[in-house]
């Protein structure tokens, strides 16, 4: 190939350049198989290329080795062209940790924790559709909110439970897509609901005379379908866009869950665009969330600071203070995972806060409202008597009725008028 390149090189600085480059050539050539240019591929030949190959072996030979030699000069291809797209049919999450004992120690605590979460949760939205002084608007948004972190944890929770009990990193392609658009759509219907609760208080507080005017029965469907319908209309057509794009790389997500900043790392075409239009959403709807939200409780600390009775600004305060703690953990994680015009590159970063925004904060949730809420704390002691009272009511029925009775053993009701006959005997 060297001599080859030297016969045909012309006198002149060209041929003098050449010259030079020629070993390095040659070295490409016989080099092609290990990792001097990995991006080379050896194509197996098809019969009739071989046939071919054997009637015009010296000039194939020569034209191989030019362009063997023009791509090692030129170097690898360019990832985002058609050639190098490949269908990815899964992905490889490399999770929180890589110890295995402190795998099996992380799915016990995160085992309990979601198990917490799910009966917090689930305990406020029984305590707001059975106790009758929770039937108001602040409580009906509790509920969908509540509804929220249930599914909102249970996307992330229970796969990574799976992954840490049987030490499985690998996803399929659909679940991971489906699991990245749940994820921020729910996400997205609690920031707006949020901002919603806020607003609901501002007029509580504010402006009592209208609040039953205004916050209606059907005004709170219509604003909860609103926060739902936005999120699925803006993040549905986001993620089918991103999904629609090609990946390639080693299909490895640097995380515990399919979130968008390491599925943008593997996405081959230029994703500038995409980067862009999501930071603009997230201002969107985070920053709009956020300022409805400070400005509601800028309007209600002034009124607030204005009543005359300390009683009252203590209740108030008791009421607003859980939703505030609510809103500065949920909004404080957003901002600092996705309100970066490049969302690429920080991925250590948005990995803890991740997992603090998934695990822990839905657990913090319920028992922030239950212990900061009065009227919740008193509808929580009155349905566990309720559910006491009712749970003897069903032992004393199923004693009457035998229900407990094994042959050749008396019923409980027998066993317990014989107790009270052998009592009354001794005294």
Known sequence: ????????????????????????MDFCIKETSSTACPWISKKPQRPEDQGQARSNGRDRARTASISKSAACVMGPPDPGSQANYTSVLDFE???VTDVRGLQLLLFGVLLVTYLLTLLGNLLIITLTLADHRLHIPMYYFLRHFSLLEVGFTS??????????????RTI?????????????????????????????RYLAICHPLHYSALMTPSACVLL???????????????CAWMFSLHFCGPHVLNHFFCDSTPLLELICSDTRLLQLVNFLV?????LSAVLLTVLSYGCILRTVL???????RRKVFSTCSSHMLVVSLSYGSCIIMYLNPRQTGQLTLNKGVAFFNTTLSPLLNPFIYCFRNELVQKASRDMLLRCRAFSSKIFTWAAELGVEKLPGKPSLLEEFTSVQDGTASQL
């Not at 996307?155 to 499985?168: A, D």
């Not at 659909?174 to 749940?182: I, N």
């Not at 204005?306 to 009252?312: D, F, I, K, L, N």
């Open 306 to 312: 204005c009543m005359p009775a300390s009683g009252g």
């Open 282 to 286: 997230a201002i969107c709807t985070l």
């Open 93 to 95: 999450l490399l999770g």
């Open 224 to 238: 909860v379908l609103a926060c739902w319908g936005t999120s699925v209309l803006v993040l549905g057509v986001l």
């Open 172 to 200: 399929s392609r659909d679940r991971c897509f489906a699991q990245t658009g749940l994820y921020f759509i729910l996400g997205t219907v609690e920031s707006l609901l949020l901002a919603v609760m806020s607003g609901d």
């Open 1 to 24: 190939m060297r001599d080859l390149v030297l016969q045909n090189a012309p006198s002149t600085a060209f041929g003098s350049l050449m010259a030079i480059l020629a070993p390095y």
């Open 155 to 168: 996307t992330v929770t229970p796969q990574m439970l799976v992954h840490l009990f049987s030490g499985s």
